[in-house]
């Protein structure tokens, strides 16, 4: 059976760059292994280059359970997620925020990285650096 992912797709060798390098800012993972595979790589790359660095998933749950339905909402619940220390926002795709991008702008750049997971074209999981 022929792999319809090519060998050099595969994300794992290109992650610790993509982590650690700020001009790197996109990375795409494997169909066959789907999203939450390319998810778990970079999260691990995260956790063996900054251990005890606050990781956080921003997706439909985090927001249903907190109830947030707005941009507003959510600056202000990421605000005091993140308020005086060092946080890493996993943005899922899910996130059914109108407009959760403006929420972004009341965070500290210097202190929070913010990345975001989603499907680009037929379906190859996407990981892009938005701060």
Do not use: H
């Amino acid at each position: 059976m022929v792999s319809a992912c090519p060998q050099e797709s595969d994300p794992r060798p290109k992650v610790a760059k993509f982590v650690s390098d700020a001009s790197e800012r996109a990375i795409s993972g494997l169909r066959s292994e789907g999203l939450g595979t390319l998810m778990e790589v970079v999260r691990g790359e995260i956790e063996a280059q900054s251990p005890g660095t606050e990781i956080v998933l921003i997706n439909r749950d985090f927001t249903a359970d907190r109830m947030i339905i707005s941009k507003r909402e959510l600056a202000k619940v990421l605000t005091e997620i993140t308020a005086g220390k060092e946080c890493i926002l996993f943005f899922d795709e899910s996130v059914q925020v109108i407009g959760w991008q403006e929420a972004l702008q009341s965070l500290d750049k210097e202190k929070t990285q913010v990345y975001y997971f989603s499907l680009a074209c037929r379906q190859v999981p996407l990981c892009v650096k938005v701060f």
